[in-house]
């Protein structure tokens, strides 16, 4: 896997089909009158790309801004500032819709896809709408590729007929990913697509993954909370902690050395045969401060063991320190 | 068809919905047999002076009206007038309101905070009140008070489907279509408004029962179609003169709007409980 030569993916690859510049989405806060009082910074100038070809994982704990930002991205949320290019072509600013042509290859699949399919809607409707909406192919040619999608991810032909509620979580899944990849996207954002499964549909599914991403050369971004199953899959990874990117590099890298504190605290936080309890090894305290009041400089600080003071003085920027791996933090830069 | 077959087993199943159901069966089959049903139906416009005022009998059931008429026919026939202004006043009042109620919901601009400020405006005034007025100045006839009804009726559902469009957005598949790149009339016609259709019927129900008690009123007033019509409404204003003796001559056109009122609600309550299940009667258990 050496399609990816930095740590941020870009440098000499050539190849970036998604390049997010400071992508920054603020939700108001507002009082009881509707006043607004402040802002609550889910993204708050995230930078990435995304090379083709690859598996970026993006992980972090609830509330993090992982799902914001695969919407922003997606135009489901409009962006309060930065810049989304795709494919080269700016849709920072567009609606779905408005770009419908530009985005058409850039598909997203829900936490939970058996709320994103109409309730009143058989599959086979489900199925068709993408295709209804991008393209001008007759009844006949979309049936036929729905049978063929649906082949792909495994699913009977009599589940057409039938309606969201009447299949299992696992089938539900694979709805919801041949409705998506029935348009041949080239970049497929998985929101947690293993969350609310059990530990075998589980394997099964990041399988299909898998297999899909060699039939139909996808590219993922993969957001989830799951550092297992991110390190089985991913070729990089980007942690996000409050609305920032704190580490992004390559998935062997960041999980066997991590550089920044919070990475190192979240990995301590995976349950592993023979070393001590989690109890034991996991140091993070307390919750993540309010992410519409953060501390000044690095936001980690207050949850920090190693911070100084001069934490609280700048925000730390991702820097490189070593190659393909960066970093928030200005010890790491120190030491 | 599905649906509309299990819809039926469920009201069957319903006591009090299928004895609303059947009261509105009734007054559609009542209203278009009318002339067969009816067993003087000369007169709705024709008078017998010499018979008027006597009480109900074998050639009269509900006895005759002051100019000699026969109340019963003229019952009949006058659902006919009822059954029409309820009609199509609800069905113009949903064709303004459903589609000012989707787009102010869809959109979040200005515009679409227009159109609710305009219909709050509307329902600030007592709907009877305003429809009086309305009525008033236009004159006495079923065109009027049918546009009477109608300009009152659509905030009802402008409000209604506001809400419920407002709250649909926050659903995950509709998030999903938009996601996907359907236009803002796919998200509404095809996925919005399928979803929130069971709380529409079930207004639209309630509301024809509210929509004809209002007509009523307003035939009371004197603002409802002219004499000789057979409005139920006028009927009653007609017989307060001639109480108590000829009580048979109120009591039949009340009786009628009472029965068709509650059949509606009847219907309509039962509607909600199998259709929208998060607003059930508590009395079910």
Redesign the interface.
């Given at each position: 896997m050496n399609r990816v030569s930095g740590a941020t993916g870009a440098n000499g690859s050539g190849g970036d089909l998604l390049r997010i510049e400071g992508l920054k989405k603020y939700f108001p806060i507002r009082n009881a009158w509707k006043r607004r009082i402040g802002w609550l910074r889910a993204l708050d100038d995230v930078s990435l790309t995304v090379a083709k070809g690859e598996i970026l994982g993006v992980v972090g704990e609830s509330g993090c801004g992982k799902s914001t930002l695969g919407k922003t991205v997606m135009g489901i949320h409009r962006p309060s500032g930065g810049r989304v290019v795709f494919e080269g072509n700016d849709i920072t600013d567009t609606t779905p819709y408005e770009a419908r042509s530009l985005r058409r290859d850039l598909q997203y699949t829900y936490q939970d896809p058996g709320a994103s399919l109409d309730p009143r809607w058989k599959i086979g409707r489900s199925l068709d709408e993408p295709l209804v909406i991008h393209t001008n192919l007759d009844r006949a040619a979309r049936r036929a590729a729905v049978r063929g999608i649906l082949e792909a991810v495994g699913l009977p032909e009599g589940h057409l007929d039938l309606y969201p509620h009447e299949i299992s979580g696992g089938q539900q899944r694979r709805v919801g990913l041949a409705r998506i990849l029935t348009l041949q996207p080239t970049l497929v954002v998985l929101d947690e697509p293993t969350s609310g499964l059990d530990v075998s549909v589980q394997a099964t599914i990041l399988n299909l993954f898998l297999d899909l991403q060699k039939q139909f050369d996808l590219t993922y971004v993969f957001i989830s909370h799951d550092l297992a199953v991110v390190r089985m899959i991913c070729d990089r990874v980007a942690v996000m902690y409050l609305g920032k990117v704190v580490e992004l590099g390559r998935t062997e890298q960041v999980f066997d050395r991590p550089r920044h504190p919070y990475t190192q605290s979240l990995l301590a936080a995976i349950p592993q045969i023979g070393k001590g309890r989690i109890t034991e090894t996991f140091w993070l305290e307390g919750e993540p401060p309010d992410p519409g009041n953060l501390p000044s400089g690095c936001r980690f600080r207050t949850r920090c063991p190693r911070a100084e003071p001069r934490c609280a003085d700048a925000v730390p920027p991702l820097v490189e320190h070593v190659a393909g791996q960066a970093d928030a933090c200005l010890l790491s830069a120190g030491g | 068809m599905a649906t509309f077959r299990f819809l039926l087993r469920k009201l069957a199943a319903d006591r009090t919905a299928a004895l609303g159901a059947l009261i509105v069966v009734l007054l559609v089959a009542v209203a278009i047999a009318a002339p067969v049903l009816s067993t003087h139906p000369e007169d709705v416009t024709e008078f017998h002076p010499p018979e008027r005022l006597l009480g109900p009998s074998g050639d009269h059931y509900f006895g005759t009206d002051r100019m000699g008429s026969d109340v019963y026919s003229r019952i009949l026939f006058g659902a006919r007038i009822t059954i029409s202004i309820a009609v199509i006043a609800i069905g113009v009042s949903v064709l303004i309101g459903v589609p000012v109620g989707l787009v102010a919901g869809y959109y979040r601009n200005w515009a679409s905070d227009a159109l609710m400020r305009v219909s709050d405006i509307f329902l600030a005034v007592p709907q009877i009140v305003l429809a009086i007025a309305i009525a008033q100045t236009l004159g006495p006839s079923i065109e009027n008070v049918i546009l009477a009804l109608s300009a009152t009726y659509w905030p009802f559902w402008a409000r209604l489907v506001y809400a419920e469009t407002r709250s649909a957005l926050n659903?995950?598949?509709v998030?999903?279509?938009?996601?996907?790149?359907?236009?803002?009339w796919?998200v509404m016609l095809l996925?919005v408004l399928?979803?929130i259709s069971s709380s529409l019927i079930v207004r639209t129900t309630i509301g024809m029962g509210g929509t004809i008690l209002t007509a009523a009123v307003l035939g009371f007033l004197g603002l409802g179609p002219p004499a000789p019509s057979p409005e139920w409404g006028r009927t009653i204003a007609e017989s307060r003169e001639f109480l108590p003796e000829a009580w048979w001559y109120a009591t039949a056109p009340g009786l009628a709007i009472f029965l068709v009122v509650m059949g509606f609600n009847l219907l309509g309550d039962g509607l909600r409980d199998i259709l929208d299940p998060r607003t059930r009667r508590s009395t079910d258990g």
């Open positions: - | 659903e995950t598949y998030e999903a279509s938009i996601a996907l790149g359907a236009s803002p796919r996925h399928p979803n």
